[in-house]
């Protein structure tokens, strides 16, 4: 087959779906050993084709990556207007695998795309007004133009189903997979003490100051502690910024990994999540973690972290403390439970979905 990704959103600094895709694609490489032809497409400006071929450097696929100024704005019209093909830019195909930023339309072969959560339909009012106008239409497009949509857990694609109408037939469950930098051994970062590591872009539906809240309570009697957080500034109204927190903005792959073999324990207070792979990631690094009892998170968490209610700050207190003194008696459960979640067996999961789309 000849596969074509979009991979636009790699033009910025990589987040959760940005790790998907380069995953993915490294995944469908391993896993089709030779068999197809992978096209990595990017329309986007000269910074953002710049951040894509670093992300992809290595991965053996072909790079089209047209330069456009002012990208997003041609992109959006792009999807709309609904012309010309995607074909006249890259020539016939057999799979289209588009991404959360464009839609274009296409002559013929597999059209599918990826949803990661249906957070801007489910709970508009945590997300940017834009993110809405731009997400939106994306969704009920694929569900009324896609062969085949992938999601990343079984509780996204119950989402996709509820709130898209889209059949059970049509829908192909494709878990994450962990870098192999995600492990215990390895350089630690030092932040001059222990120190609890949280991770996400400071935005509502990541629920940083609950966790605050209840790293206030612990503090009080540990206040050796740190609670650090890793992540990208984003639209979070609510006090964050506390005695005892450090906010370390964006980190490098290499820097996270460090952070999380030096922390004494993870923890993860999302009220919503599509999956969850900074949960996954801490568990293959060897710490204890307290994660939100949220049932999108049960898929990240197995059975090998301690779960608790962050709406309620002194059940996640206790949680923390617990991890803090016993969190070393479930490490081997955390490393098992990782071990599962590899980018071979993601690019597995989508090639088998292609073919079977293409069959039926």
Not at 55 to 71: F, I, K, Y
Not at 305 to 323: I, K, N, S, T, Y
Request: net charge neutral; charged share 20%; aromatic share 8%.
């Amino acid at each position: 087959m000849r596969i074509v990704v979009d991979v636009t959103p790699l033009s910025l600094p990589k987040t959760g779906i940005g790790n998907y895709i380069r995953g993915m694609l490294a995944g469908l490489a391993e896993a089709g050993a030779g068999r197809h032809e992978l096209v990595a497409f990017g329309p986007s400006g000269p910074r953002g084709r710049e951040r894509i071929r670093r992300s992809l450097a290595g991965l053996p696929l072909e790079l089209r990556l047209p330069l456009l100024p002012r990208a997003h704005v041609w992109r959006t019209a792009w999807s709309r207007l609904g012309r010309p093909p995607v074909e006249a830019l890259l020539g016939p195909l057999d799979v289209f695998h588009f991404s959360d930023w464009m839609y274009p339309a296409q002559r013929a072969g597999l059209r599918a795309t990826t949803i990661h959560d249906l957070v801007p339909l489910r709970f508009p009012d945590w997300v940017k007004p834009a993110t809405v106008r731009m997400h939106g239409p994306k969704y009920v497009h694929a569900a009324r133009t896609c062969n085949c949509i992938f999601v990343n857990s079984a509780f996204t694609a119950g989402e996709v189903t509820e709130l898209l109408g889209v059949p059970e037939a049509r829908i192909v469950v494709a878990h994450p997979g962990i870098d192999p930098r995600f492990r215990p051994d390895g350089e630690q970062s030092d932040l001059g003490g222990p120190y609890i590591l949280a991770v996400g872009t400071l935005e509502p539906r990541k629920n940083l100051p609950a966790l605050a809240a209840a790293f206030a309570l612990l503090r009080a009697r540990r206040p050796e502690l740190t609670l650090a957080i890793a992540g990208l500034e984003g639209w979070e109204d609510r006090p964050v910024e506390a005695e005892g927190i450090r906010l370390l903005g964006y980190v490098s792959d290499d820097e996270l990994a460090r952070l999380y073999r030096g922390a004494a324990a993870f923890a993860y207070p999302s009220s919503f999540e599509g999956f969850g792979i900074p949960v996954v990631e801490a568990l293959a690094s060897g710490l204890p973690a307290v994660v939100s009892s949220h049932r999108s998170l049960d898929e990240a968490c197995g059975d090998a972290a301690l779960r608790a209610d962050p709406g309620d700050p002194r059940a996640f207190e206790a949680a923390l403390e617990w991890a803090l003194e016993a969190g070393s008696q479930v490490r081997d459960r955390g490393l098992a439970h990782a071990a599962r979640f590899t980018w071979r067996a993601c690019g597995e999961a989508v090639l088998a979905g292609y073919e079977s789309a293409l069959t039926n």
